[in-house]
């Protein structure tokens, strides 16, 4: 079985000091949520989490420390900075390559004898 080849969707924020990234399920969702708020954050969010982003959007994405969204945002609050990332962030989709190779790293390696 391979495995890639699925939809990622994410929202990107640039911001003052640093770029942050959230993890959505898809962009309609986003687009949802944006026409309503009363939609819960559960059915947007793929994951609670707010990650920096290194070299822009498709970069390295590290988890946010409280002090990063606290500087950026002036809250700690991880939903009301998730609301304003999502409110004013851009949505982003791709597909992630199919991936082969060796799946289990514990078979030792598979030279040709």
């Not at 606290?70 to 004013?88: C, H, M, P, V, Y």
Request: net charge negative.
């Amino acid at each position: 079985m391979t495995r890639g080849n699925t939809l990622q969707s994410k929202v990107f924020y640039k911001g003052r000091t640093e770029d942050f990234v959230i993890m959505v399920e898809d962009a309609a969702a986003v687009q949802k949520w944006r026409g309503d708020h009363s939609i819960p954050l559960a059915q947007v969010l793929d994951g609670w989490k707010i990650f920096t982003a290194q070299h822009g959007p498709q970069g390295i994405h590290n988890e946010a420390s409280n002090a990063t969204v606290e500087n950026e945002f002036g809250t700690s609050n991880d939903n009301e900075a998730i609301a304003k990332i999502l409110d004013q962030g851009e949505i982003q989709e791709n597909i992630n390559a199919e991936r082969q190779g060796i799946r289990n790293e514990s078979q030792g390696p598979r030279g040709i004898r």
